[in-house]
């Protein structure tokens, strides 16, 4: 077997998680921004995380100094590496860039197929929502070698938060701005969609951003660690909280509809 096709094999089946979300990214970004917008994002987000992580292995902007473990209990050494960064690992800031977009757009109520989409407001409130997330999947995942992950990166200096330096979420922040101010670009230049194109809307990007949530609070519990636990609890509830208000709220005037019950639907 071809050495690039059996280390993308060893990928998929030592990182189901990772490629599971992004088959639900893909699934709701095509409905919601249609194919070329969903490409469009994809190729930003990857080239955007891929660089940003690249530099920090080397130089510690944005991140922080850190490394990735190749070895055993670590990160297989048959799975491909991009000049350092695993494949994997890029990929998932392109789902979360786009979940955390999706909530952005429906905590402030934007129209996702109005203008508003492309606001600066938009792009700020999905780089919070993106680096906020990474404060819940960061800790759980720097203690891989308790659960599935593996033992796959450290900080050498370590970090105030659970082991994570204040850097790391600082160029979050950094990155998910960029991603979805680029992105927003692309928007622009794309023009209108086609008539018939998919016009779905970000609730199913919002129940993706809940989902990594979920599976990484239970995580932090069922390794024993209930102070990650909580602190991530005490980031997701106001997200969580803001959500649901918007989903049992009535819909405003060209903002996004919320979830359609059955009931909806017969009507």
């Not at 189901?16 to 194919?35: K, M, Q």
């Not at 048959?78 to 494949?87: A, I, S, T």
């Not at 809307?201 to 390794?223: C, D, E, S």
Request: hydrophobic content about 50%; overall charge positive.
């Amino acid at each position: 077997m071809p050495a690039p096709l059996e280390g993308l094999l060893v990928t998929l089946a030592k990182r189901p998680y990772v490629f599971g979300f992004l088959a639900c990214y893909l699934i709701a970004a095509l409905r919601h921004l249609g194919p070329r917008r969903t490409l469009a994002l994809t190729v930003i987000g990857y080239l955007v995380a891929w660089s940003s992580e690249a530099s920090s292995i080397r130089t510690g902007f944005p991140y922080g100094l850190y490394r990735y473990l190749v070895g055993p209990g670590g990160i297989d050494p048959r799975e491909p590496l991009v000049l350092g960064v695993p494949l994997f690992d890029s990929i998932s800031y392109v789902f979360l860039a786009y979940a955390s977009y999706a909530v952005a757009l429906l905590v402030l109520d934007a129209d996702p197929h109005g203008p508003a989409r492309r606001s600066a407001g938009v792009a700020l409130a999905a780089a919070a929502l993106f680096c906020a997330i990474d404060t819940i999947v960061d800790p759980v995942a720097l203690r891989g070698e308790r659960w599935f992950l593996g033992r796959i990166y450290d900080y050498p200096g370590g970090g105030a938060h659970f082991g994570v330096p204040w850097t790391n979420y600082a160029g979050w922040l950094l990155v998910g701005f960029l991603i979805i101010f680029l992105f927003q670009r692309a928007d622009a230049r794309l023009g209108a969609p086609p008539a018939r194109a998919p016009r779905g809307g970000p609730w199913p990007g919002a129940l993706l951003y809940l989902a990594v949530v979920a599976m990484n609070v239970g995580i932090a519990f069922r390794i024993g660690e209930p102070g990650i636990g909580l602190a991530s609890l005490a980031t997701a509830l106001p997200i969580a909280a803001l959500l649901a208000a918007r989903a049992l709220g009535p819909p405003r005037p060209g903002g996004p509809e919320p979830p359609r019950t059955k009931t909806d639907a017969a009507v």
